[in-house]
């Protein structure tokens, strides 16, 4: 069974500072997503990865995935009260029976960002 | 290009009563999938519905089944509701052709179970 752990559950931060945020899983996959949630609100896509060694980045936010040791981050650059949202890793695990393909959400990091 | 839509937005009902949620998919989309986010919580898998059958399922019991219609639209019914099905049920489609298919998701419908 796909496990998808993500850390911190919880970043409260200042405006201005930079963090990262760490999603782990526990088999092999190539495809990553970040999503971010507002509350009440459906997901957001922000970010697909992949490949191992995929970086991308949108403002102040930058995802990346090393697909080797399992493990895609976050990095926030000069956070803005804006940010503030829950943000999910989710991993693309394809069966190997059907070949159908669903995604195995971590349990989301909420950012709360303060002057 | 029309995205995900999802009917209703929200919904209260009681125990043991059923309820039928609505997913249209983005147009040229041929497969969807339901998930259960609880508060809190990551959304969790419910089930795969792709050209009419369902493909896949998750962790869930047998009163939560589903239908996807010849327009690729699909139904999630939920039997017997119980109070932890309060949830915010996730609606995503996605263009299945077995190599990569993103999954686009829907506003969501909100149920509450009294």
């Known amino acids: 069974e796909l496990k998808v752990e993500q850390n911190p559950l919880f970043l409260s931060m200042q405006e201005g500072k930079n963090y990262t945020i760490y999603c782990n899983y526990s088999t092999t996959s190539d495809r990553l997503y970040w999503y971010r949630q507002d509350p009440g609100k459906s997901l957001e896509s922000l970010f697909v990865?992949?490949?191992?060694?995929a970086v991308k980045q949108e403002g102040r936010l930058m995802a990346s995935l090393d697909t080797k040791a399992r493990l895609s981050t976050l990095h926030i650059t000069a956070a803005v009260h804006d940010l503030s949202a829950t943000y999910f890793c989710?991993?693309?695990?394809?069966?190997?029976?059907?070949?159908?393909?669903?995604?195995?959400f971590g349990k989301g990091t909420m950012l709360l960002v303060s002057p | 290009e029309t995205g995900v839509t999802q009917s209703p937005t929200h919904l209260i009902k009681t125990r043991g009563q059923q309820v039928t949620l609505r997913c249209s998919s983005q147009s040229g989309h041929n497969t969807v999938s339901w998930y259960q986010q609880a508060l809190g919580q990551g959304p969790q898998f419910i089930f795969q519905y792709y050209r009419e059958e369902e493909n896949g399922r998750g962790n869930f019991p047998p009163r939560f089944s589903g239908l996807q219609f010849p327009n690729y639209s699909s139904e999630l019914n939920v039997n017997a509701l119980e109070l932890d099905d309060s949830a915010l049920y996730l609606c995503?489609?996605?263009?299945?052709?077995?190599?990569?298919?993103?999954?686009?998701f829907g506003p969501g419908t909100r149920l509450t179970v009294l």
């Open positions: 989710a991993v693309d695990a394809r069966s190997m029976n059907s070949g159908y393909s669903t995604l195995t």
């Open positions: 990865l992949l490949s191992n060694g």
């Open positions: 995503a489609s996605s263009l299945s052709d077995r190599v990569f298919n993103e999954q686009f």
